[in-house]
């Protein structure tokens, strides 16, 4: 199993960034999939979560209203659309998978893990 995470980057506070994740070696419609953040120092936090059939998203209340979580079953790819962007969203992002009954809030969740994808956003 594979997850690629990319897309993120060096952006100024107020930019936009968005984010692939493309999935193989999984059965990528069975699986919810998640953006978790963690930044230097902290511990890594839950962003957005959405269903294997692309169902309505969970987020973090520090980027509601900011970012988007999608997903392309055809594709085998989910995205984070991240606008407004603040200082404080800098962090690596990491996507994850995860099937069956679980907290979605909780990286131990996860089954399955990507690479992660610096973003960094400056003031």
């Known amino acids: 199993v594979q997850l690629q995470a990319s897309g993120g980057g060096l952006v100024p506070a107020g930019d936009s960034l968005r984010l692939s994740c493309a999935a193989s070696?999984?059965?990528?419609?069975?699986?919810?999939m998640a953006w978790f953040r963690q930044a230097p120092g902290k511990e890594r936090d839950f962003v957005a979560r959405i269903i294997w059939n692309g169902g309505i998203p969970n987020y973090a209340d520090s980027v509601k209203g900011r970012f988007t979580i999608s997903r392309d079953n055809a594709k085998s790819t989910v995205y984070l659309q991240m606008n407004s962007l603040k200082p404080e969203d800098t962090a690596v992002y990491y996507c994850?998978?995860?099937?069956?009954?679980?907290?979605?809030?909780?990286?131990?969740?996860?089954?399955?893990w990507g690479q992660g994808t610096q973003v960094t956003v400056s003031s």
């Open positions: 070696g999984l059965s990528f419609r069975s699986y919810d």
């Open positions: 994850a998978a995860a099937r069956g009954r679980y907290s979605y809030s909780m990286s131990s969740a996860y089954q399955y």
